[in-house]
């Protein structure tokens, strides 16, 4: 009942530390806006108030919103943002 006991607690400072802005290792952030969201399919949302609503869309910065299938998001509108080491998507040669 010991172990138990100890593991429950464990558990229990992992949640709170994640819940206080303690991150997951290598996974960290910090806002005062609402939590992300990514409710399609295969999606992903990170940042505060970041949407991913298309399926298999990735918002990725705050208040980010990924809302057409397949799409990358990067910053809000009218604050976007451009990677230099990113490449237009090319389509594979045809056969």
Do not use: C
Request: glycine fraction near 10%; hydrophobic fraction near 35%; charged fraction near 15%.
């Amino acid at each position: 009942m010991f172990a138990t006991n100890a593991d429950v607690s464990t558990l229990k400072t992992f949640a709170n530390d994640i819940n206080n802005g303690g991150g997951i290792k290598y996974f960290h952030t910090k806002s005062t806006l609402i939590d992300s969201s990514a409710t399609g399919t295969d999606s992903v949302a990170i940042g505060g108030a970041a949407v991913a609503s298309a399926n298999n869309a990735v918002a990725l910065g705050s208040n980010s919103v990924a809302d057409r299938a397949n799409a990358v998001s990067v910053g809000s509108a009218g604050k976007e943002r451009r990677s230099p080491t990113l490449q237009r998507a090319r389509s594979p040669p045809t056969r």
